[in-house]
């Protein structure tokens, strides 16, 4: 029997589906030992929520016997090396976050225990949520959503006309799951896509100059910290719209800023952004042309679901001994 530990808030109805895999599975599941959600698919809980000093030794029993764990601890690093270093049998963890290699790293697990644990990531999860995001953040700034709002504050009741997106370029930047739900939901609005692979990143100063819309969908490893610079943003078409799904450090903000306050960008949809939560002094915030979301973007109400989905496959492919989907490479963290 292969121990199965679920370690994060998870609905009943879809640890009954994991039961399901396979009969060599022993899934232990005591919702009592973890923080309640406080909103589906939450994989924190309440932040006030502390076990009792037996519920900790329940649990770290629990976590002492696992070969398989779902999830780690309030999605913290520090907790995630709390529970590699508590579990001795552990071969497998399936991380709930599709940027979870960042969370590898910053665990600073010793090379034993990254050769030792096999972790996958929730990577393709979240396609569906992002991408729609970012078409919504294309349509707002497209309509000139700011005007609206600011037509709606003042009861101005104007006439004019607004821009289209049928025959606009889109570039996207990252073809990962997300970035090709991007471009199949641009392509459906009838705009022109061009992607980019991150082997192709050399192209991107070249490609934003005809961009009338940039999707930004790329990991933070060390090769794309930093790759949308100041020189990048400079190159971009005047009234270009700009969105981030992926990480915020992949873009000098201060350039971003820079861009959008001088009106050279139309505006700018971000999910992420280079210090988290967004500093109240960061001009962002003041900026009418920027949609701001608080890396909540990829949130869904089937956020679970579709984890349990790639976690089930994975178990299949853990007890069969082949390769796990979305596994992070330890080497770069993605």
């Given at each position: ?47 006030d929520?502390e076990?009792?000093?037996?519920q ?28 590699v ?5 552990l ?15 910053a665990?600073?697990?010793?090379d ?8 996958a ?42 821009d289209?997106?049928?025959g ?9 799951e ?8 641009g392509?459906?609005?009838?705009m022109h ?7 192709e ?18 990991p ?39 861009a ?5 960008l ?22 009418d ?26 178990l ?19």
């Amino acid at each position: 029997m292969v121990r199965v530990v679920i370690a994060t808030p998870l609905e009943p109805e879809l640890v009954d589906r994991l039961r399901r895999v396979d009969d060599r599975l022993d899934i232990a599941f005591e919702p009592e030992l973890l923080p309640p959600p406080r909103y589906p698919s939450d994989h924190v809980g309440e932040l006030d929520f502390e076990r009792t000093p037996d519920q900790e030794q329940r649990f770290a029993e629990l976590i002492a016997d696992a070969e398989v764990v779902l999830g780690f601890p309030r999605e913290s690093p520090r907790r995630l090396a709390w529970l590699v270093r508590h579990a001795p049998k552990l071969r497998f963890l399936q991380c709930m976050y599709a940027g979870a290699g960042q969370q590898i790293r910053a665990a600073e697990l010793t090379d034993d225990e990254l050769g030792r644990i096999a972790f996958a990531s929730g990577s393709g999860v979240h396609a569906t949520p992002l991408a729609e995001w970012s078409l919504f953040g294309i349509l707002a700034l497209t309509k000139d959503l700011p005007r609206l709002l600011r037509d709606k504050s003042a009861r101005r009741w104007d006439h004019y006309p607004v821009d289209e997106l049928p025959g606009k370029t889109l570039l996207v930047v990252g073809l990962g799951e997300i970035g090709r739900e991007v471009a199949r939901l641009g392509e459906a609005f009838g705009m022109h896509v061009t992607g980019v692979r991150r082997s192709e990143t050399h192209r991107i100063p070249e490609l934003v100059r005809d961009a009338d819309a940039i999707v930004v969908a790329l990991p933070l490893t060390d090769e794309t910290r930093g790759l949308i610079d100041r020189e990048t943003i400079a190159a971009m078409r005047e009234g270009a719209i700009f969105v981030n799904v992926g990480r915020g450090a992949v873009i000098d903000e201060e350039a971003l800023i820079d861009a959008l306050g001088s009106r050279k960008l139309r505006g700018a949809a971000l999910d992420v952004f280079a210090e988290e939560p967004l500093p109240k002094s960061s001009p962002l915030w003041e900026l009418d042309n920027v949609i701001i979301s608080p890396h909540t973007a990829a949130l869904s109400v089937k956020e679970n679901e579709r984890i349990v989905e790639l976690f089930a496959e994975n178990l299949r492919r853990y007890l069969a001994g082949g390769e796990l989907i979305s596994r992070v490479r330890t080497n770069v963290f993605y």
